[in-house]
């Protein structure tokens, strides 16, 4: 492909390459790279991309390793890449946001204790990610969650995990369980859940067999915001209440009337939180 040699002086390149199967090269300047449905491509070697911010890696079924050199990587987000295994963060100091979403052959090793920086965490069907999270030293530890401020997963367990005592800069957390495999915490995950003192905003979405809220957010003492979207089979708030730093909650596609009606109580027996219901605020 000979306009591949143009890339050293572009800034951003995006496109679907079906064909192929290996991409490697020396992109000083590019800044924002996209691939996806790379079908055939094996092996991504990026070396001395200084200037890469971002780098976005979706549907590419073969791809097994990506190597590079990436010292400005803000934001790195690899998606359905099922046989990607490896990929290379010693070098991401910079690195702010990592997303990463259905690679289930992927596993960091101590990669991970690298990203000094990390803001955002995303995993969802990610197994070997979650156990190595859970494995990790207390240097390492300490060294990832230290900033982290926003953690998406679709994995319950993490909340017992040494990693999640770390968590002492969280303000956002997000769940998410399409499959419905959780129908409520465990006393564990529950009591976990409290050690987040420094939590903001929590929100359960898509956890199609999620029966039950947390019993004890009331006694989360930094909750600003609360969210219930396409809880399908949660049908009433906890029966201990909510905490009185609250100031935000909302539900969504819920089926409940009985979830409904009680979020209305909310809006009529307080000054706050304000309430919305289906898109449109009640108070």
């Known amino acids: 492909m000979s306009w ?3 890339l050293p002086c572009s ?9 192929l199967r290996k991409l490697e090269g020396n992109f000083a300047c590019l800044k924002e790279l996209v691939l996806k449905d790379s079908l055939g491509l094996e092996s991504l070697q990026l070396c001395n991309c200084t200037a890469l911010e971002g780098l976005t890696i979706k549907d590419c079924a073969s791809l097994a390793a990506l190597e ?3 010292t400005c990587l803000r934001k790195l987000e690899p998606q359905r890449n099922p046989s990607l295994k490896s990929v290379e963060l010693r070098f991401c100091t910079a690195l702010e946001e990592l997303l990463i979403y259905e690679c289930e052959s992927l596993d960091l090793q101590e990669d991970l204790g690298s ?3 990390l803001r955002y965490l995303h995993l969802f069907d990610c197994p070997g990610l979650s156990h190595y999270l859970g494995r990790m030293s207390s240097q390492r530890r300490y060294e990832v969650c230290a900033g982290l401020e926003r953690l998406r997963t679709d994995d319950y367990s993490f909340l017992t995990t040494s990693f999640c005592k770390c968590l002492t800069s969280l303000q956002r957390l997000e769940f998410t369980d399409p499959e419905g495999e959780v129908t409520r915490l465990t006393d564990e995950q529950e009591s976990a859940l409290q050690r987040l003192t420094s939590l903001q905003e929590l929100r359960f979405e898509y956890c199609r067999n999620l029966a039950d809220l947390p019993v004890g957010l009331h006694s989360l003492p930094s909750l600003r915001r609360l969210e219930i979207i396409h809880c399908w089979n949660i049908t009433r708030l906890p ?3 909510l905490p009185p730093s609250l100031e935000e909650l909302e539900i969504a596609s819920t089926r409940s009337t009985k979830l409904s009606d009680e979020c209305r109580m909310q809006a009529t027996t307080r000054s706050k939180p304000r309430v919305k219901i289906h898109g449109t605020y009640v108070n």
């Open 4 to 6: 591949i040699h143009w």
């Open 239 to 241: 029966e201990k209440g």
């Open 115 to 117: 990203l000094r920086g």
């Open 11 to 19: 800034a951003a390149l995006e496109g679907n390459f079906t064909c």
């Open 68 to 70: 590079g050199n990436f």
